[in-house]
């Protein structure tokens, strides 16, 4: 890989005499896309700082471990500091290129929140020289590059700043390429991947796809900012509205009696036909949140998207009241329930569905409920001080009368019918059918 450190002329810049950067890459936000982000450049031999406020996260990284679980990540990150490639700090350091991958949760009235995006555009105006590229790959509302630009404007006059549509070259580089990868596979997603690059202006993005061609073995498709901003939100509102129809379609087959796992597999042998998987409900940090960004920019026109988002959220609800009912029938039974993440085989509760029924069902019979959640080493503090007890699956089917499947993690998928046999069970995941 040669590190671009002449960088003036790819966007548009006189060659100029500016100091040495500090690091070829800063990456702001340590979590589960800006570390192992930081990793892979570092892998691939970019000298990489990776900035977070967190002082734990900063000397846990330095010490080559992690703090979150994924997949080759510890490996990743020990080498790369054990290499010097990969260092952490509370600071941002002058670079070459900043990575802006920190979180965008949705505020009040499911409106999106990028008060981080805007923070971290603050905390790296001081220390842009020009030539610098700033990326931002969190998942935004489209028009975000354009804030992170104003942003950077009024805290550098002394820096032309690129705007959108402009045709001149700037002093710095603008883009944003959104993060597509799925948890659990994000080391290898963020590789093998096709990428999408917007370009505040056609210059910039031809700069932010330099550094992504040195590492993504996918294709770096070159467009501008707000259509890669919308991409993102479309991408996972396509998945969100997939979902929503099966869940609905779940809730149906309840209504009129029929198994919804048999109905699922049948149709799916039409040729044309491929109903996905329903669940508790839909979690993440991605699916559930990002179409409420694209809902929020057009909010008369987004209407099947709006009420995608609403059947996904409410089948949550339909899955407690479905378990409510259960514990009707055997009021005094102590209930397994089986996994809290979002999804399987991940560290990650973020929105997770499972959580928030586990939580609500625990306000009334949390010292019946033994949670079995193999990636967790605690439970919540809602879930503790209501008598919940996190135990093995074992004891658990040992105690239990009641046995609610929300997540289908590969460490349950070894049971059976047989099994369960003498005990009232709930599968939202279709698991004991396959």
């Not at 040992?398 to 997540?407: S, Y």
Request: net charge negative; proline share 6%.
């Amino acid at each position: 890989m040669n590190a671009p450190f002449d960088t003036s002329t790819a966007i548009g810049l006189d060659a100029v005499s500016q100091p040495a950067p500090d690091h070829q890459i800063a990456v702001i936000g340590l979590g589960y896309i800006g570390l192992p982000t930081a990793a892979v450049l570092a892998s691939y031999g970019w000298n990489v700082c990776g900035v977070d406020v967190s002082e734990k996260v900063v000397k846990t990284v330095n010490a080559g471990g992690v703090h979150i679980e994924e997949r080759d990540l510890d490996q990743l990150v020990q080498t790369a500091t054990d290499t010097g490639r990969l260092t952490a700090s509370t600071s941002v350091p002058t670079a070459h290129y900043y990575m802006i991958a920190v979180p965008t949760p949705l505020g009040e009235d499911n409106t999106p929140d990028i008060a981080y995006v805007e923070a971290a555009a603050r905390s790296i105006a001081p220390q842009i020289l020009p030539g610098a590229c700033v990326i931002v790959e969190s998942t935004s509302p489209v028009g975000t590059m354009e804030k992170v630009a104003d942003i950077i404007a009024e805290l550098r006059p002394d820096l032309k700043v690129p705007r959108f549509g402009d045709h001149e070259g700037g002093d710095i580089a603008l883009a944003y390429c959104p993060e597509r990868v799925l948890p659990g596979k994000i080391v290898h997603e963020l590789v093998a991947n096709d990428r999408v690059i917007g370009g505040v202006t056609p210059a910039c993005a031809e700069r932010a796809v330099n550094l992504y061609a040195s590492f993504v073995k996918g294709d770096c498709l070159s467009t501008n900012s707000r259509i890669a901003e919308t991409v993102k939100l479309v991408e996972n509102s396509f998945r969100d509205v997939n979902i929503a129809f099966a869940n609905e379609l779940s809730m149906i087959a309840d209504e009129i009696g029929v198994d919804v796992w048999d109905v699922i597999r049948l149709a799916n042998r039409h040729p044309r036909v491929n109903i996905l998987q329903p669940g508790p409900g839909v979690g993440g940090h991605c699916i559930a949140v990002d179409p409420w960004f694209l809902v929020a920019g057009a909010p008369k026109a987004a209407r099947l998207v709006r009420t995608a988002r609403e059947v996904n959220d409410h089948k949550a609800i339909h899955t407690e009241q479905r378990i409510r009912g259960l514990l009707q029938v055997a009021p005094q039974a102590k209930v397994a329930v089986l996994g809290l993440a979002f999804k399987p085989d991940i560290d990650d509760f973020r929105e997770s569905p499972a959580l928030e029924i586990a939580e609500a069902l625990a306000k009334d019979c949390g010292d019946r409920m033994l949670i079995v959640e193999p990636f967790a080493e605690e439970l919540t503090e809602e879930l503790s001080s209501a008598g919940a007890k996190l135990t093995t699956l074992d004891e658990a089917l040992a105690k239990a009368e009641i046995v609610v499947v929300l997540v289908d993690h590969t460490a349950f998928k070894h049971l059976t019918q047989a099994d369960l046999s003498g005990k009232i069970t709930f599968d939202t995941r279709g698991m004991l059918k396959q």
